[in-house]
């Protein structure tokens, strides 16, 4: 079995920004844009044009509250590639949004 280059192997993710912007929103829907661009390491711009393109998809929409912004997301909205497409996004954010809620009863794991 060949060894993934250096130069590509080391580099790639199973995100996209797009997803790490929505993902940053829907855990702070307050958050300042440049606040999500530190959490994630792009550029303000490049958040600024995937909030734009996430709110053009109907994925979340932008209200002014005062001198900020909140972002609410619609998580019925399908992903967007073909093969997902039976997905919603709610799904997606399911899996990496941790709210403070109590296990399942019967999950089958011991708490210590």
Do not use: C, K
């Not at 912004?69 to 949004?97: C, K, M, Q, S």
């Amino acid at each position: 079995m060949s060894q993934p280059s250096s130069a590509r192997g080391e580099h790639w993710t199973f995100l996209t920004n797009h997803a790490r912007v929505l993902i940053a929103l829907a855990q702070d829907p307050e958050a300042r844009l440049r606040d999500v661009t530190d959490r994630i390491g792009i550029t303000e711009r490049a958040v600024q044009l995937i909030v734009a393109d996430l709110e053009a998809a109907g994925y979340l929409t932008r209200t002014r509250v005062g001198r900020r912004n909140h972002y609410t997301i619609d998580p019925t909205v399908a992903l967007r590639h073909p093969t997902e497409a039976d997905h919603p996004v709610g799904d997606l954010l399911a899996t990496f949004i941790h709210r403070e809620e109590p296990p399942a009863a019967d999950s089958g794991h011991t708490t210590p």
